[in-house]
C-alpha cells in the first residue's frame, strides 16, 4: 500500500526567511501529487498539484514544489515566508487506474505545523 | 457557488447513539468521499464512491455506513457512535477525468461522550 511521509511535525521559521517542508512517499506507480494548507478551524485548500509535465509546480501564495522522482519526494518551498502562512501543511498522494478514478483516493502525509516568528 | 456543503458543522453525541453527517456538492462531480482527520495522523479515508448507487470501503470503514442514491449527496452514517469516532470529518469531492482538482468540504467537528 502507498504511504506519505512528512518527516517534520513542526516547523518555526521567521517571518522573511526561506522554507522548505518535506514530502516523501513510497508506491512503485507515478503518483499524482498535492499540498494542501489548513488554517486552524478551517478546511483544506489545495496549495499546488503535480500530475505529469514541468516537475517543478507553482501554487497559490507563492509556494513551489518540485516532484524528485528518484527521491520520491515532493517538497514544498516558499523564498520568503509570511505570518499568514502559519497553518498546517498536508502532503497528498493519489494514484491513477486505467479509468483515472483511483487518485481520488489520496493518501494523506501527517502533517507539518508551520510557526512564523515576527 | 456553494462547491461542497457539510452539515452539521459541530455536533455532540452520546456513545451509542446514532447520526448522520450530511455532504453534498453542486458540480456534478461523480466522486465523492469521506475523510476523518485526528491529530497525527493526517486525513484518512472512511469511504468513498464514484457514482449514485456504487460505493466502496475506504482506509478505516468500521463503524461507518455510507450511501449515494444521487450525485449530488453523499451522506455518512455513524451506526452506534463511540468515543474513537470524536474526530474532524470531510467530504470531498472531484470529476472522475485524470487532472481534476478534488474539492474538500469545510469539515464537521464530532464529540463522541
Known amino acids: 500500500a502507498q504511504s506519505v511521509t512528512q518527516p517534520d511535525i513542526h516547523i518555526t521559521v521567521s517571518e522573511g526567511a526561506s522554507l522548505e517542508l518535506r514530502c516523501n512517499y513510497s508506491?512503485?506507480?507515478?503518483?499524482?501529487l498535492f499540498w494542501y494548507v489548513q488554517s486552524p478551524g478551517q478546511g483544506l485548500q489545495l496549495l499546488l498539484k503535480?500530475?505529469?509535465?514541468?516537475?517543478l509546480v507553482q501554487g497559490i501564495k507563492g509556494f513551489e514544489a518540485e516532484f524528485k522522482r528518484s527521491q520520491s519526494s515532493f517538497n514544498l518551498r516558499k523564498p520568503s515566508v509570511h505570518w499568514s502562512d502559519a497553518a498546517e501543511y498536508f502532503c497528498?498522494?493519489?494514484?491513477?487506474?486505467?479509468?483515472?478514478?483511483?487518485?481520488?483516493?489520496?493518501?494523506f502525509g501527517q502533517g507539518t505545523i508551520l510557526t512564523v516568528h515576527p | 457557488n456553494a462547491g461542497v456543503t457539510q452539515t452539521p458543522k459541530f455536533q455532540v453525541l452520546k456513545t451509542g447513539q446514532s447520526m448522520t453527517l450530511q455532504c453534498a456538492q453542486d458540480?456534478?462531480?461523480?466522486?465523492m468521499s469521506w475523510y476523518r482527520q485526528d491529530p497525527g495522523m493526517g486525513l484518512r479515508l472512511i469511504h468513498y464512491?464514484?457514482?449514485?448507487?456504487?460505493?466502496d470501503q475506504g482506509e478505516v470503514p468500521n463503524g461507518y455506513n455510507v450511501s449515494r442514491s444521487t450525485t449530488e449527496d453523499f451522506p455518512l452514517r455513524l451506526l452506534s457512535a463511540a468515543p474513537s469516532q470524536t474526530s474532524v470529518y470531510f467530504c470531498a469531492s472531484r470529476r472522475t477525468a485524470s487532472g481534476n482538482t478534488i474539492y474538500f468540504g469545510e469539515g464537521s467537528w464530532l464529540t463522541v461522550v
Open positions: 503535480y500530475f505529469s509535465g514541468d516537475t
Open positions: 508506491y512503485g506507480a507515478t503518483p499524482y
Open positions: 464512491s464514484v457514482g449514485a448507487g456504487i460505493t
Open positions: 458540480m456534478n462531480h461523480e466522486y
Open positions: 497528498a498522494v493519489g494514484f491513477a487506474n486505467a479509468g483515472g478514478t483511483s487518485y481520488g483516493k489520496l493518501t
